[in-house]
């Protein structure tokens, strides 16, 4: 009997999985296209490597602000590096590194409270 019940259970769930397939072929005409709504273009989410960025700075305690094109390091879709053109650098020593949207942008923050908004450029 245990048996019976599970085959009579399959047999019903594969058969109703092919009426909606069936269903929903048989409801869209052949000349139809799936419209898409307004696309927007997006950047592709950055690949692990060095990436050039417009880095913009802020420093809360002096109100300073500062724009840059940088050299980031970006590892797992983080940003985990700021390289700057003196050779010098903030890594996760000072930086907690930060996921990358899917326009390319993050924001972080070193350990002396400023503010590093990225967005990758190349």
Do not use: W
């Amino acid at each position: 009997m245990h048996k019976l019940l599970v085959i009579f259970l399959l047999s019903l769930l594969l058969s109703c999985g092919q009426k909606v397939k069936n269903h929903t072929e048989a409801s869209r005409p052949s000349s139809a296209k799936k419209v898409d709504n307004e696309t927007k273009p997006i950047k592709l989410v950055a690949i692990d490597g060095t990436h050039s960025a417009a880095v913009n700075y802020y420093n809360p305690e002096t109100s300073y602000r500062a724009t840059y094109k940088l050299n980031i390091e970006v590892k797992n879709g983080e940003v985990s590096k700021i390289n700057f053109p003196s050779g010098s650098y903030l890594n996760d020593m000072h930086i907690n590194p930060e996921q990358l949207d899917e326009e390319g942008n993050a924001t972080l923050y070193d350990d002396e409270r400023r503010e590093f908004d990225v967005e990758i450029v190349d």
